[in-house]
């Protein structure tokens, strides 16, 4: 079954600076799906990249897409302490089914 | 336009007993989801609704699970009886459908945090 995995694990950063996550998957997909989740709070989607995509914006995002690796990588630029929080991407199935398959995500600190 | 919402935020409860959890979608949305993540790991898919219809339930762990969504608008998910096991939080999401043949964004709701004790 596929996966989504997130890297790094945990990445703690200075206001500023920038902040990329990494995240790969096991299977075909349709698309895959960066998801944020503040502390104790519901998941807010960010971004969609669909598979014939390599590349998209969203004011401070960039998410980057290679179905050859099977990886995507989420940058946020000039990271604010508010960034914090767990980030997930989550990839469909093209197989049919619309379930996503989330990874376990990247705490990211962003100290002010 | 209003978001997925849930609702209760946070139930506690002991184990044995019954707890309903509601998702409403997004007004509209045909598609809706029940994920879960209980401590530590990583958020699953539970089942997946069309309408009134179960698309996909194959997430589900037991039978004391249960999804309705009658009239294909708001959906409950019981849990009976509950064990220590089924702590965790409860997401729900909604989706507009499929797109030229590809799934559409899934919007989640806050979430439901439940406590078996």
């Known amino acids: 079954s596929q996966q989504g995995e997130e890297d790094p694990q945990a990445l703690s950063i200075q206001e500023g600076e920038n902040a990329t996550m990494n995240c790969s998957y096991k299977t075909s997909i349709n698309n895959l799906q960066w998801y944020r989740q503040n502390s104790g709070r519901g998941l807010v989607h960010l971004i969609l990249?669909?598979?014939?995509?390599r590349e998209k914006h969203s004011g401070r995002l960039r998410v980057t897409l290679d179905t050859s690796k099977k990886s995507s990588s989420l940058l946020i630029t000039a990271s604010r302490a508010a960034d914090t929080a767990s980030y997930f991407c989550?990839?469909?199935?093209?197989?049919?089914?619309?379930?996503?398959?989330f990874g376990k995500g990247t705490k990211l600190t962003v100290n002010p | 336009e209003a978001g997925v919402t849930q609702f209760p935020s946070h139930s506690v409860i002991e184990k044995g007993q019954t707890v309903t959890l509601r998702c409403d979608p997004i007004s509209g949305h045909d598609n809706l989801y029940w994920y879960r993540r209980v401590m530590g790991k990583e958020i699953k898919f539970l089942l997946h609704?069309?309408?009134?219809?179960?698309?996909?339930e194959s997430g589900m762990p037991n039978n004391r699970f249960l999804a309705e969504r009658t009239g294909g608008t708001y959906s409950t998910l019981k849990v009976q009886p509950a064990e220590l096991e089924d702590s965790g939080v409860y997401f729900c999401?909604?989706?507009?459908?499929?797109?030229?043949?590809?799934?559409?964004?899934?919007?989640f709701g806050p979430g439901t945090r439940l406590t078996v004790l």
């Open positions: 990249i669909r598979s014939n995509e």
């Open positions: 999401a909604s989706s507009q459908g499929i797109l030229a043949g590809v799934a559409d964004t899934q919007y």
């Open positions: 609704f069309v309408k009134e219809s179960k698309q996909d």
């Open positions: 989550a990839t469909d199935d093209r197989g049919g089914s619309e379930k996503l398959v």
